[in-house]
């Protein structure tokens, strides 16, 4: 995958502001309450930019709210284009950003077999004790 220019990541970033402005007053729908944007990618002609988000529901109602977010891309595209004031407006698509669930399922991983590995280590006895007691 190429580098982002910075414009691209300026644009993603001012579209990911203006996104969390736009869910939140413009949609007002209590499904997307807890719905955080955790990255933009843009593409270089500045046609398509695909958003990443994360939610704190079940994994069903994150595939609701993620289809309701498409469902209301034209619409959030529209607000878009008037308050970024850019020739080309992208045409958005929302996916689901499961990277958090899966730090946290390593994390989750990690912390257990640190726990196995003090507790089997707390079992055997130290190496200098068993040369002591010869």
Same mark, same amino acid.
Do not use: C, W
């Given at each position: 995958?190429?580098?982002?220019?910075?414009?691209?990541?300026?644009?993603?970033?001012?579209?990911?502001?203006?996104?969390?402005?736009?869910?939140?007053?413009?949609?007002?729908?209590?499904?997307?309450?807890?719905?955080?944007?955790?990255?933009?990618?843009?593409?270089? @002609?500045? !046609?398509? $930019?695909?958003?990443? #988000?994360?939610?704190?529901? +079940? *994994? &069903?109602?994150?595939?609701?709210?993620?289809?309701?977010?498409?469902?209301?891309?034209?619409?959030?595209?529209?607000?878009?284009?008037?308050?970024?004031?850019?020739?080309?407006?992208?045409?958005?698509?929302?996916?689901?950003?499961?990277?958090?669930?899966?730090?946290?399922?390593?994390?989750?991983?990690? @912390?257990? !077999?640190? $726990?196995?590995?003090? #507790?089997?280590?707390?079992? +055997? *006895? &130290?190496?200098?004790?068993?040369?002591?007691?010869?």
């Amino acid at each position: 995958m190429m580098k982002p220019s910075s414009r691209t990541r300026r644009v993603g970033e001012q579209i990911r502001r203006e996104l969390a402005d736009l869910i939140r007053a413009e949609l007002r729908d209590p499904r997307l309450t807890l719905v955080s944007m955790t990255s933009v990618e843009v593409s270089r @002609d500045l !046609a398509y $930019a695909r958003i990443y #988000v994360t939610s704190m529901g +079940e *994994p &069903a109602e994150r595939a609701e709210q993620v289809a309701e977010l498409n469902r209301a891309a034209p619409l959030l595209r529209r607000e878009l284009g008037r308050r970024m004031h850019i020739r080309i407006v992208p045409k958005l698509e929302f996916r689901y950003d499961e990277v958090v669930e899966r730090a946290a399922r390593l994390s989750a991983l990690i @912390d257990a !077999a640190v $726990a196995a590995d003090a #507790v089997h280590h707390r079992d +055997e *006895p &130290a190496a200098d004790d068993a040369e002591e007691s010869v």
